[in-house]
């Protein structure tokens, strides 16, 4: 797609702008990336984006105005359909479904997650964390031998969970470890996506402790 130049429009703390980049990154895709400050949203971003969220992916067109594509996984299919480099799922139609519903599964669970923590007291907690547990557990009965969700492949569905896990090499250990006690498989598949290069490379590189402050600044739980 040579004719095509992509922007990839972020901010430096948003998982599902990781999704995108993941991705950009595991197809080789160049691509530039202009963060906007979502505190003071800019007119400009607002004008393009019917949620004022991000991310957007701007597509540059020869011949034709800029298209823009907005919600992380519309940008990632749209990538998987049009870079054709690696693909980020399997050829066989039912492995494909069954992964797609894995994702599907990410919302409530990045939810769930992001819950946690952003907890404010040691209840709250304690009850948010066995509920993102449950939904572990789920995954973890799921898992094969690794090292990814579907095996020896990197995948779309690694893409989508990635963010989340990361968060959890941040906090302290202490409020972490005790999440994924026994969950080996869970446990294995999070050290492999973090030692993942697409991974590593689809934040920025003060982003832990940026997001420590985010946690600090909220008043949670398990920044204390």
Known sequence: MTATRLTLISHPLCPFVQRAAIVLLEKGVPFDRINVDLAAKPDWF????????????KIARAGAEDAILFESMVICEYLEETE?????????????????AWIEFATQTMADGWQFLHSVDAATADARRAVFR???????????????FAGSTFGMVDAVYAPLFRYFAIIHPAAAQ????????????????????????????????????????????VAA
Request: contains cysteine; glycine residues 6%.
């Open 84 to 100: 054709r480099s690696t693909s980020m799922y399997p050829e066989d139609p039912l492995l494909r479904a069954r992964q797609r």
């Open 46 to 57: 607002l004008a393009l984006s019917p949620t004022g969220k991000v991310p957007l992916l």
């Open 134 to 148: 449950d939904r572990l557990r789920k995954l973890e009965a799921e898992l094969g031998a690794g090292p990814y």
């Open 178 to 221: 005790p999440i994924f006690d026994g969950l080996p498989r869970v446990s294995a598949w999070c050290a492999a996506l973090a030692a993942r290069s697409s991974v590593k490379e689809a934040v920025v590189d003060d982003y832990a402790a940026r997001f420590r402050d985010h946690l600090r600044q909220n008043g949670a739980f």
